[in-house]
């Protein structure tokens, strides 16, 4: 009785989000994905839409990582220098040589998440705006790319590093090749999930909504929010590592991901601020801006539009934002009550 109760509560809840201003993005995935399919019909194809899936996989990883922060309440714009940065040193670490490639993995991460911790702690116990700190952060990795490449990247990844980001299961029945890159984005997203709807992830919701009242009510705010931070970079790293993979290594490799995660974070319905958002929806959000681009394509307009597209959208979901920060507050006051969030999972 107790569990079908709590499927039903669950399901409730999934209802609640697609109805609610999530299901935009899912509605826009699918309008997108018609319209590419009406353009170039062999996009529907298995082995079109598994190469589509391999090139949007680093984002969608790194979209995660993004939900974690911003949802908190805070921004990281070093994720995509760090993901250059770790192509770029694991290039040149590797150099080819097959026996170096999980040792070089394994300090990848290690990396990663030591840049997250810094990131984490002159945020939260420095009190420094996560703004400034991870502008800096994104500075500092980017001219340590130009100070190693000199513009033009030396070394080579070898063959086993580039296994995740290439290849798969091959010989799958009407489908050819199942990516390793969707296995591991399903992976990492159903974690996330589960991560959401412990009781990290309900503090960390928490903290987003009111850092205050969640300060009083016992919350280790800078435990949280620094553990976002790790697990942003960690993501990051590992999104690295499938696009080093699928497209190999340049001085431009991740050079802008930051804010096209951020694009397809608030594209998803996180908003901007913290304390709202679902992170099933900010993956769809990584997939939709990925499909936008791929019509960019179809439609032979200019790379150079991306960048318009990408900052509409972040200043739409900035006002939407501020108007609904502004109507819940006048309805918590009309009511008399504190106000409460959307419960993230």
Known sequence: MTSGSGISARLRTITERVLSGSATVFVLL????????????????????????????????????????????????????????????????????????????????????????????????????????????????????????????????????????????????????????????????????????????????AVGDNERAATFAGARVWWVKTTAFVLSSVLATAAGILLGGYAGVTAQVGQGLEFTAITAVVLGGVVLGGGRGWVVAAMAGALTVEALFRLFTQLNLPSTIRPTAQGLIIIAAVAYAAVDRARRQRTSTAIGTPRHSDVAS
């Open 30 to 205: 699918g309008l997108i994905v018609v319209v590419i399919s009406v353009l170039n019909p062999r996009f529907l194809d298995p082995t079109s839409l598994m190469l589509f899936i391999k090139k949007a996989a680093p984002l969608v990883l790194l979209a995660i990582g993004q939900y974690f922060v911003i949802v908190s309440g805070e921004f990281d714009l070093s994720v995509g220098s760090l993901v250059g940065a770790q192509v770029v040193i694991a290039a040149l670490l590797i150099n080819g040589v097959e026996s170096a490639t999980v040792p070089v993995i394994l300090g990848m991460f290690v990396g990663g998440a030591l840049i997250g911790l810094v990131n984490g702690l002159i945020t939260t116990l420095l009190k420094v705006p996560s703004i400034i700190t991870t502008l800096g952060m994104m500075l500092v990795l980017y001219g340590a790319i130009r100070w190693l490449t000199g513009g033009a990247p030396t070394g080579a990844l070898s063959e086993n590093f580039r296994v995740l980001g290439r290849q798969g299961i091959d010989d799958v029945p009407f489908i050819g090749q199942i990516p390793w890159a969707l296995l591991i984005m399903v992976a990492l997203g159903i974690g996330a999930g589960y991560l959401m709807r412990s009781a990290w992830g309900r503090t960390l919701i």
